[in-house]
Structures are given as structure tokens and as C-alpha cells.
């Protein structure tokens, strides 16, 4: 039995929502839990009726459909539905399911709701590989970056501090024992409890004294001190990375 999709239509035509909501019903396992009009409403019904699916037109009156994306948390499982081509590389940039044309076929519409079963949940996150780009959510919103652009993390209680190698940062809800089960290895070394590092970013490697040493990595402002096993680790990763 399918799990029950309760969706959310996001779209400022009248027939368009009209459409889709018929088209929905030949497929009993999704409930129309509500339809907005614009992005402002969106994003209040996301907030009232916790859809796990959004049907999402890119160009509204009142601005464009990602910009509701950073204003929803949990995100749901989105699928746009638009009359433009050109938007379809930035929407799964943002991890989007699907990408569809108006008018919407039935089977077109079939193919993207079966590929949300296929989805990996957030119990068994799938791993990134390294040419993946990565959906960066945090509470100031988003940014999506490719995978080898993290230089390091960092964790901070229960968040996460996120380095790019440009420099910039972003602090997430997401653990540190979730982002080793996600980053690919070997290119990502958890080096201690509190740091995960990108192996091609790190710099030097100094040693101050017998049992401290402190590394450079590129988009870390500060140098970062590391105990003596720590500092062994992180030696013996970078020697097996330059022997490939």
C-alpha cells in the first residue's frame, strides 16, 4: 500500500489548479489538502496543514515559487508545475522531485509521484557522492552548493557550523554523526568528535609541540589546534589520499 501523500497546489491560475486537482484524483493515495494563490498563503498553509507534497508554479504574482522553499520547515516533498522550461536546472538544484510542463499529462504526472516512493527518507539518508550538490537549509534561509565545496564542519551543541572554501558559512540542524553517515569518503575525514574536514582543502599540518598541532584549511578563517591522535589521523588520510 502507498503511503499517503497529502499535497499542497501552489499556483495563481485558477484552471491550472483546477486541472491538477482533477488529474489527482485517479490516484487514491493523494489527498488536495488545500490549494494557495500565492506565495505569501503558501507558506501559511504550510505552517496550518504540514503537507508532505507541494505542487509548486514557479512564477506567481507576488514573486517566485523557490522563494517559498527557505520559508518551510520541514520541507515537503516539492514538484513544480509550470509553463517555462527555463526554470527546470535550478529546480532540482534545490532538490526538487520533478519538473513538470503544463498541461499536465496523466502518465507524466504518474511517473513524478511514483519516483517520491523511490525518495530516500531521512532514517536512511542516502550517501552524497562528490559530484552531488547539496541543499543547505538553515533558519536564514538557503543555499545549495555543490558537495566538494564544504572545506569543514564543525559542531556546535546540537547544529552544525557548515565552511565553504569560499569563505562563507552556514549553521544547520543537522548532527555531526549525520553528516559522516552522508559525506563521501574517503574525501571527508572525521577527524574528532567536533570537526569533519574536507581532505583536499587542508593546508599545512604543524606541529607546535609533541602532543599539539594545528591545520589550515582553506574557507576556516582561524587554525584550527589538534591533539596528537587526532593529528596522526588526519596525517595518515592525507598520506593514503596522495597515494592514489
Known sequence: MKPELRALIVDDEAPAREVLSELLENFPHVRVVGEATSVATAVSLCADLKPNLI???VQMRDGEGFSVLPQIAPLPSVIFVTAYDKFAARAFEVNAVDYLLKPVSQDR?????ERILHQPTATKSKPFREDDRIFLKSDSGM???YVTEISGIEAQENYTRVYLAN??????RRTMTEWEK??????????HRSLIVNLSCVGKVLAEDR???VIEVTGIPKPIPLGRKPALRLRSALRLRNQV
Open 182 to 191: 552522508v559525506l563521501p569518503k574517503p574525501l571527508f575525514l572525521r577527524v
Open 55 to 57: 505542487f509548486l508554479d
Open 167 to 172: 569563505g562563507t558559512t552556514e549553521f544547520l
Open 143 to 145: 543555499r545549495v552548493a
Open 211 to 213: 602532543d599539539t598541532s
Open 109 to 113: 504526472l504518474a511517473h513524478a509521484l
